[in-house]
């Protein structure tokens, strides 16, 4: 079974859809844990009325508004599937996403995986471009940047076992992936199989200096990391997430004509692809891991 960790705070005007988009599924063995987080809207009325329609559906309600890592917390311990998936209440899944996912794995082997996802606007109208990411990621490469949209993840819970994380109101799902990394590597299914809802007010309409202080928190505080290292992980985040949004947020036409190769595609004659630069700051990253 997939267990699908659906945290939520005054989405009332998505939820519906959210949840409609996991009935649609073609993989039927699934349950959603909801957990809201003291919404002020009508989230609450209707997630109950659609459970009462789909025992999938498991509504738990925080007592207070205590932030996203705190329901994903008692999400994944109410869990009960061997998958663990995640989309957040606003957010979208096209209708194969789980069944090819959990094909993708059990095919390989894997226990951590991702997939490709498309930028839709509040109105869910696409702005035409897909965003992916490295064909395998591995601990180095999870610390240098937060590849994975949380969206479009799914993990093995008998290899990776439970997660739990620091109560870090930011990138507590980069901090999942941290804590699933030590247990597996990361691997891409290339395909686009979800929407990701960009919406006011998201980590990608605030400023560099808030995305910093986001970052350094997390290595710091979460991660527990020294001063240098967490400094030092937050500069390479900056550094490859603008690496990202030049090689692997595409439009979908240039997608489409994409070769896919072990290494990304190479930005104009630059040869300076992902494996290079992974290569290039091996000694650093495993220095500051031994730190």
């Not at 960790?5 to 939820?15: A, F, L, T």
């Not at 471009?129 to 949209?149: D, L, N």
């Not at 104009?268 to 290079?276: A, D, V």
Request: net charge positive; hydrophobic share 35%.
């Amino acid at each position: 079974m997939v267990s699908i960790i659906m945290p939520s705070y005054n989405c009332g005007k998505y939820v519906e859809e959210t949840i409609r988009c996991v009935q649609a599924q073609t993989y039927k063995n699934w349950e959603i844990v909801f957990v809201d987080d003291c919404s002020t809207d009508d989230t609450i009325r209707i997630v109950n009325m659609l459970r009462e329609q789909d025992k999938r559906i498991r509504l738990y309600q925080n007592r207070g508004n205590m932030g996203a890592a705190v329901a994903r917390n008692h999400a994944l311990q109410e869990a009960k599937g061997r998958w663990i998936a995640f989309l957040d209440s606003d957010d979208l899944w096209e209708p194969t996403k789980l069944e090819k996912q959990v094909r993708f794995m059990e095919a390989n082997g894997y226990a951590f995986s991702y997939t490709c996802y498309e930028e839709v606007d509040e109105n869910g109208i696409s702005y035409g471009v897909e965003v992916r990411g490295p064909q395998s990621i591995t601990k180095r490469g999870m610390y240098a940047y937060c590849w994975p949209g949380c969206l479009t993840v799914m993990y093995d819970s008998e290899r990776i076992g439970l997660i739990q994380i620091a109560n870090i109101r930011k990138n507590n799902d980069y901090a999942m992936w941290l804590k699933a990394i030590e247990k597996a590597d990361c691997y891409l299914l290339d395909v686009c199989l979800a929407k990701y809802r960009i919406r006011s007010g998201s980590i990608s309409n605030h400023s560099y200096t808030t995305m910093i202080k986001w970052h350094y928190r997390l290595f710091k505080e979460a991660m527990g990391l020294g001063l240098v290292a967490s400094v030092i992980f937050t500069v390479l985040n900056l550094l490859f997430g603008t690496y990202k949004k030049i090689v692997y947020r595409n439009k979908v036409k240039k997608q489409q004509e994409m070769k896919i190769q072990n290494c990304p595609p190479q930005i104009g004659n630059n040869s300076l692809g992902i494996c290079e630069i992974e290569k290039q700051t091996e000694c650093l990253t495993s220095w500051l891991m031994a730190a």
